[in-house]
C-alpha cells in the first residue's frame, strides 16, 4: 500500500542533544512537508520541500534543520537550538509541486519528549 | 500572510444534535479549502475540499461545507452526529496565487459527542 511513514513513533531525547526524525513516502509525490502539532495551537509548518534538493523554511523553522536528497525521503533534525521541541510532528506529501490541490497525505506522526 | 482562523476550540453535543463548525480564513486571492479530521490516534484525513465551482461541497461521512466567499468562510456541517464523530477538525487553506504551495491550518476545533 502507498503511504508515508515516519519512524519512530515515540522518541525520548535529552537537553542538549540533535535528534532526526524519518519520512519516507512512496507514493511518487514532489512535495513534503514537516508540521509541528501543539495542543489549541493546530498544526505549524516548520519546512516544506517541492522537489529534491531544495526545500523552504515554514513559520517556525528556528532550531530545526531538514534534507531532500531523495524524492521519497524528507528527514527533519530537531537541534539542540529548538528552545521547546516537545510536540507530535506530522509529515506530509503532495502530489504536486506547484499547488496541494489534492490536499495532503499524513504520516502517523512521531512524538518527541525532551527529558 | 494568510491565516485561518477556528473560533470553537471545544464542542460538545448529544449524539442526533446538528452540528456547525466555524472557519474562517484571511487572503483575497483564489483559495482552494479543505477540512480535515484526525480521530483519536489516528492519522488526519481528508473530509472534503473545495477547488471551484458549486460552493456547497460533500465530504465523507455525512459531512458538508459551504464556501461564502463574501464572508471568507468556509463552514462545516453535519445534520445529526454520532458518537464517533468524536475527533478534532481542522480547517485548511491553499492560497493558490502566492509562490509556493503550502497548506496553513487553523488552531482545530475538538468535538466531543456523548451518547
Known sequence: DGGITQSPKYLFRKEGQNVTLSCEQNLNHDAMYWYRQDPGQGLRLIYYSQIVNDFQKGDIAEGYSVSREKKESFPLTVTSAQKNPTAFYLCASSIDSLTANYGYTFGSGTRLTVV | ?115
Open chain 2, 1 to 115: 500572510a494568510q491565516s485561518v482562523s477556528q473560533h470553537n476550540h471545544h464542542v460538545i453535543l448529544s449524539e442526533a444534535a446538528s452540528l456547525e463548525l466555524g472557519c474562517n480564513y484571511s487572503y483575497g486571492g483564489t483559495v482552494n479549502l479543505f477540512w480535515y479530521v484526525q480521530y483519536p490516534g489516528q492519522h488526519l484525513q481528508l473530509l472534503l475540499k473545495y477547488f471551484s465551482g458549486d460552493p456547497l461541497v460533500k465530504g465523507i461521512k455525512g459531512f458538508e461545507a459551504e464556501f461564502i466567499k463574501s464572508k471568507f468562510s468556509f463552514n462545516l456541517r453535519k445534520p445529526s452526529v454520532q458518537w464517533s464523530d468524536t475527533a478534532e477538525y481542522f480547517c485548511a487553506v491553499n492560497a493558490l496565487d502566492s509562490s509556493a504551495s503550502k497548506i496553513i491550518f487553523g488552531s482545530g476545533t475538538r468535538l466531543s459527542i456523548r451518547p
